[in-house]
């Protein structure tokens, strides 16, 4: 048996519990993996909460992406071996001793970077490479991040940056030191923020990577001129509203590798700000769940 963290029915914290299940064998297109770290996202508590739909046969384990060692790989699996450390998507649950990776959303670990750091990468990173890449601005022109402080934001200012582009993000004042260590420009997020966005750019800004939606989306979309240029992760609804789009999503083995391979030389921090044993799942779940986890918040396993 294998100790996993998980929720028995859909709802608040009080429904996660710590489970015992059995070692799992890797299904076609599966590795099999002693888990080492997992990363914690807003994605975990929402579909606790069943926001996200209720179709998971309970009970259900948490967490999306992790990484670890190959134990064993499944049929019509290639590229992947037993003993070959890796991180991706998590088939089963990612905050587990042992899980099932997806083989086709997973990519061998430079030696040259944690675990700890490769399990931030399938779902933060990657959805922040995706949305910088969306959105479509390019070198000289201004992104607007809305909540540049979280995994997803941090990640993403630092590859626009990267790129040439200039970024303001939205983040609360007692966040201003860690937005600019990003290379960002801070705005308070809240009531005025246009005001403040215009402030700092007064012709407006080129494109708008939406991570918080809502009325603060509401308001910076008026300091951007062309509106397809405005792309969400967490409210499509409001996006479209306001003549946006959800994010495309294309991420691929290759994008996984190629972010690994930045960690490794040093050029991306997933910024990695708070460390919990799988013992203490339930306070690193709150962290993020409250709203005000900075960077990227990780399940040490092993």
Not at 87 to 113: I, W, Y
Not at 225 to 249: C, K, M, N, W
């Amino acid at each position: 048996m294998a100790k996993a963290f998980g929720f028995v029915d859909y709802g608040g914290p009080e429904k996660q519990e710590f489970l015992d299940r059995p070692v799992l064998e890797p299904g076609p297109g599966q590795l099999a993996i002693t888990v080492r770290a997992a990363g914690v996202n807003p994605v975990d508590w929402k579909i606790r909460r069943g926001l996200l739909g209720r179709d998971r046969e309970l009970p259900a384990v948490m967490g999306q992406e992790a990484a670890g060692v190959v134990e064993r790989v499944g049929p019509e699996v290639t590229g992947f071996t037993p003993g070959d450390e890796v991180f991706g998507l998590a088939a089963a649950g990612a905050f587990a001793e042992q899980t099932l990776l997806l083989a086709a959303m997973s990519a061998l670990k430079p030696a040259e970077v944690g675990f700890d750091q490769a399990a931030t990468l399938p779902v933060a990173a990657a959805t922040a490479d995706d949305g910088v890449r969306d959105v479509g601005v390019g070198a000289g022109q201004t992104l607007l991040i809305l909540g540049v402080s979280g995994g997803v934001g941090s990640v993403a200012a630092q590859i626009a940056r990267s790129r040439g582009i200039r970024v303001i993000g939205t983040a609360s004042d007692a966040n201003r030191s860690f937005v600019e260590s990003l290379g960002a420009v801070q705005v308070r997020y809240g009531g005025g923020v246009a005001e403040r966005i215009r402030a700092v750019a007064p012709d407006g800004v080129d494109g708008i990577l939406d991570l918080v939606g809502g009325d603060d989306a509401r308001a910076a979309a008026t300091t951007l001129a062309d509106r397809s240029r405005l792309v969400a992760t967490s409210d499509p609804a409001t996006a479209a509203e306001l003549g946006g789009r959800y994010i495309t999503r294309s991420s691929t083995p290759e994008t996984l590798a190629a972010l690994a391979g930045l960690v490794a030389a040093g050029e991306l921090d997933p910024r990695i700000s708070a460390r919990y044993p799988l013992a203490h799942a339930a306070e690193a779940l709150a962290l993020v769940e409250s709203g005000h986890a900075r960077g990227k918040s990780v399940l040490e396993v092993a």
